[in-house]
């Protein structure tokens, strides 16, 4: 408390030195007492309302005193400075601190290497810098592949764990493009153990999926993308499956691709009313032949009641104009005359007259080549 208050600029009477006995003995025969009448923050013309200590995130786990000398070896210009002894005014941390106890600690240490992480792949793994280190002794070039694998064995027994954790979900990742993936085994036991379908609906766990699905032998992941593929539907409907859905659709095997074509041209109203299922369909678009995405097209446009229902919300409509440019000529006059004909309940929709110019300016132009 008396080092807030030191920070603070209030005052620094006997008790500090008391305190400051106790962090670093040889700093304060030297310490001299500020008067009971010094300055305060309300003297500097800072509210009393606004008198409020800062801490910086970089040092949020040293220690107070740390932490103070930190404050003023930063170099910044901080006013309540000058209340403070000069020998604390004057202090520079000890170049033997700890990894965490500064902003510039990590200059002062050799990281990135495997001796530097081994054993203690996991426990860095959860702290936002320590993943850091463990990912750049994973992509050194001088890191062997032995010691690559040797770093991702520390991870068995809490791949789940680093699957849902904000910093291991990375290190995880990057074990997986830089590590053999014979190595990798247990990786995929563990996950298939607790289930693929609720790790590709995670937050951080629909990125471990993409990256098996995208660096992994079709035959070593195969039943985890089966179940991925049996909820496609499920999967398309949510804000971090979808995801994993357009990563099979963009490097599964065609039988993968035809798998989720199908189901959209099977159930067109789920997955064209969902806002992130309509990107699971423009996915589709993109990733499969001329013919399938013809017929998805026109599957699509003649749906009694989708277009309308798509013209509600601009990405629908967006896709509603993709999916009539993507018709061969004899289809696109035929859909957009079907269209024409629903033009009364198109044009109740927010975005149903945008549909109707387009399907307008498609007729014409194909009377205009009739002719």
């Not at 990256?211 to 089966?226: T, Y």
């Not at 999967?235 to 798998?259: E, H, M």
């Not at 017929?295 to 309308?308: K, M, N, Q, S």
Request: glycine content about 6%.
């Amino acid at each position: 408390f008396g080092v807030i208050q030191a920070v603070a600029g209030l005052r620094c009477d006997s008790a500090y030195a008391r305190l400051w006995t106790n962090i670093s003995p040889a700093l304060v025969p030297q310490m001299k007492v500020a008067p009971v009448g010094a300055p305060t923050t309300a003297a500097m013309g800072m509210p009393a309302s606004e008198r409020r200590v800062m801490r910086p995130p970089s040092i949020c786990k040293a220690h107070p005193a740390q932490a103070l000398l930190l404050r003023i070896a930063s170099g910044r210009e901080n006013s309540w400075c000058e209340y403070l002894p000069p020998l604390v005014r004057e202090s520079r941390l000890p170049e033997s601190s700890e990894p965490h106890s500064g902003p510039d600690a990590e200059d002062r240490l050799e990281i990135g290497s495997p001796i530097s992480v081994s054993g203690r792949v996991w426990l860095l793994s959860q702290h936002a810098r320590g993943c850091r280190w463990v990912q750049q002794a994973l992509r050194s070039p001088q890191t062997t592949e032995s010691e690559r694998i040797a770093l991702a064995y520390e991870l068995r027994g809490h791949v789940v764990e680093a699957v849902r954790c904000p910093h291991a979900n990375h290190v995880l990742q990057k074990c997986i493009t830089k590590v053999p993936h014979e190595a990798l085994q247990f990786v995929i036991e563990e996950i298939r153990a607790a289930s693929p379908f609720q790790i590709a609906r995670h937050k951080y766990g629909c990125r471990i999926m993409q990256r098996l699905i995208e660096h992994f032998p079709r035959a070593l992941i195969r039943d985890l993308v089966d179940e991925v593929l049996l909820n496609a539907a499920r999967l398309s409907a949510d804000a971090y499956g979808n995801y994993v859905v357009q990563n099979i659709l963009a490097n599964g095997t065609l039988a993968d691709r035809l798998r989720i074509w199908r189901a959209v041209v099977d159930d067109p109203v789920s997955f064209c009313t969902d806002s992130h299922s309509l990107l699971v369909v423009s996915a589709v678009m993109d990733n499969m032949g001329v013919q399938a995405c013809s017929e998805l097209c026109a599957r699509i446009l003649l749906e009694p009641g989708l277009v309308e229902a798509m013209s509600r919300t601009r990405p629908g409509a967006v896709l509603v104009f993709r999916a009539l440019e993507c018709l061969g000529d004899g289809e696109q006059q035929l859909v957009a005359a079907a269209l024409s004909a629903r033009a009364l309940s198109i044009a109740l929709a927010p975005h149903g007259q945008e549909v109707l110019e387009h399907v307008e300016q498609l007729l014409l132009f194909h009377e205009e080549h009739s002719t």
